[in-house]
């Protein structure tokens, strides 16, 4: 008998992986939590049937949600990762030296749980001294923070759910009065393809372009998520992402990526024509 996950992208439209065995599956109190083994795609898991990460294009999303801003401003110290409960985004923070915290505020403990025990590549590093986790909403967490972080990474789930107050006019205003005055905020920014998703991209971006002088949106191809195509908002109270980019200073670094690299950091912020519309008229 052939076992298949299915995720439904839209209403008409269906993605699918033949899977070799259902590894985990359990309600925890904010979400079905399910992992899986396959042949193309090695483990991957699911929240809500919606798949989060997959060994296979895990280092895409990864790479560039954290080597963008960290190119940007390679002093960076103090670190604020919202979600991220998978331990990729983490990982790839702890390649810096001079970071000294990692505070990472996963809301559901067994999300991170079930990563250390099946996805390791991802949550193997989240066990580094300099990283401290919080099972908390990131939501309340971060209200009241001053002048607390240099980087903010929201690495959310979908605005459905326990994610949805991640996507908030009064969220993004704690995350601006958290940043250091060169402080940078990247988020989780949808995709433009299908309407849905189009729709909250636009909303997270209109409140984001309010709060921030500088708000950018860059891309990236995963695919394994809706449409392939997803997007990253790099929002800044003193840094441009292209024109502030130190390319020799982060390649002296020598880090080896799969993905990244600092010409496609500068490509990625090149938006095709219906994604630049839709970002200069989130108004309507
Ligand atoms: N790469 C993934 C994607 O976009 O599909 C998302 C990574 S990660 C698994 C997202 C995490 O955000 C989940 O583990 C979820 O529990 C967490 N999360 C959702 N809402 C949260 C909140 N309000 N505070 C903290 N973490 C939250």
Redesign the pocket.
Known sequence: MELWFTEKHTEQVHFSIKVKEHLYSVKSP??QIDFFKSDEFGTFFT?DG????TEKDEFI?HDMIVHVPMAVNPSIQNVLV?????GGTVRELTRYRNIKSIEM????EM?VRACQKYLPLTASHLTDHRVQLFF????NFIKNKKDAYNLIIV????PI???E??FTYDFYQNCFNALTKDGILIN?HESPYYERDAKQMKRAHKKIKELFPISEVYQLHIPT?PSGHWLFGFASKKYHPILDLQKEKWEQLNLKTNYYNTDLHVGCFALPTYIKEMLAHVDE
Do not use: F
């Open positions: 904010y979400q929240l919606l798949i989060m990460v999303y919202i979600g991220a409960g998978d505020v996963e809301i559901d999300v908390k909403d990131g939501i690495d959310s789930t979908d759910g326990p994610g107050g991640l989780q998520y």
